[in-house]
C-alpha cells in the first residue's frame, strides 16, 4: 500500500493519477486556474504597493492633524433634544 494515499482507486502504485482522477479534476481546472490567478495578483499587487500605502498613511496623518488644530468656530452646535418623561 502506497503511503500517503490509503487503497484509493484514484492513485496507482506508482502514485501517479488515474484517468477516472484525471477526468473527475476536469471540469475544475480552468476555474481553478482563474481563481489562483486572481489571489496571485492580488497579493502580488499589495506587496508591490506597499510604499503607496505608506505614503497614504502619512498624508492621512498630515491630514488628521491639520484639522485638529482648527478651532471650528462656525459651525453651530444644536441644543441637546428635550428628555420626555
Known sequence: MP???GSSSYYNRQSRQSPALIRARK??????AVVGSA??????GVSQHGILIWV??????YTIRAIGQ????????PDAPARSS
Open 3 to 5: 503511503s500517503g494515499f
Open 27 to 32: 471540469p475544475y481546472l480552468v476555474k481553478n
Open 39 to 44: 489571489v496571485a495578483a492580488f497579493a502580488l
Open 70 to 77: 482648527d478651532e471650528f468656530e462656525d459651525v453651530k452646535v
Open 56 to 61: 497614504i498613511l502619512w498624508l492621512d496623518i
